[in-house]
């Protein structure tokens, strides 16, 4: 077991967003190993925005973002539970970075379930075509691969992170519930494109 200096917990605590004292509590349960102590903060977050996710979310905020010279733009509805959390300032970065995380990335749709069957089908028709020949078992499991990476492309919560590409964009919403206490959802978003 390695010592936790006050050096390890700021370490910590830059590389997750996390408080001081949860950094310090998980860094103790991961006996002073960083990378042990982000895997057990995300579960903690996870953990927490799950018991979280069932609140009425009311109050947020519109937010936009224009870039490239004005060329790309995207407004976000980002919602919480109270009007004193979409006054934080945690909250007001949250929404500009999905926004800027959008503007980027460019996802069709917030989540797999809101995906049409429609286009599910057409996309595992367009990925079994790709395996034929293989025993279907095999052909099976590559098809569902290339169905999770195709979800990871163009759903935004299953993107990874523009900010941070070791996590996706549902785990950074789930650590900033975690941190802020209330539940967060993303609403609505859309994103133009000069000539599109």
């Known amino acids: 077991m390695s010592e936790i200096t006050a050096a390890k917990v700021n ?3 830059r590389r997750s967003g996390a408080g001081f004292v949860d950094c310090k509590k998980v860094l103790d349960e991961a006996g002073g190993d960083i990378e042990e102590a982000i895997v057990l903060l ?8 799950a018991k979280k996710a069932g609140r009425e979310t009311h109050a947020g905020l519109i937010e936009s973002y224009i870039h490239n010279g004005g060329r790309i733009g995207v407004l976000l509805e980002l919602n919480c539970e109270t009007d004193f959390v979409a006054r934080n300032e945690d909250f007001r970065e949250l929404a500009a970075d999905i926004c800027l995380h959008i503007a980027a ?3 069709l749709y917030l989540s797999r379930d809101l995906v049409p069957q429609s286009v599910i089908d057409q996309e595992r028709e367009i990925a079994a075509a790709q395996v ?3 025993p279907s078992a095999i052909a099976e499991k590559i098809v ?11 759903c935004l919560l299953e993107q990874p992170f523009a900010r941070n590409q070791d996590i996706r964009l549902e785990e950074h919403l789930a650590a900033v519930v975690s941190r802020i206490g209330e ?5 609505r978003f859309a994103r133009y494109q000069l000539g599109e």
């Open 11 to 13: 370490e910590l605590r």
């Open 42 to 49: 995300r579960k903690k977050g996870s953990a927490t925005a």
């Open 105 to 107: 990335s460019n996802p």
């Open 132 to 134: 034929t020949g293989k």
């Open 144 to 154: 569902e691969g290339k169905m999770d990476k195709w979800f990871g492309q163009v």
């Open 183 to 187: 539940n967060i959802r993303i609403g």
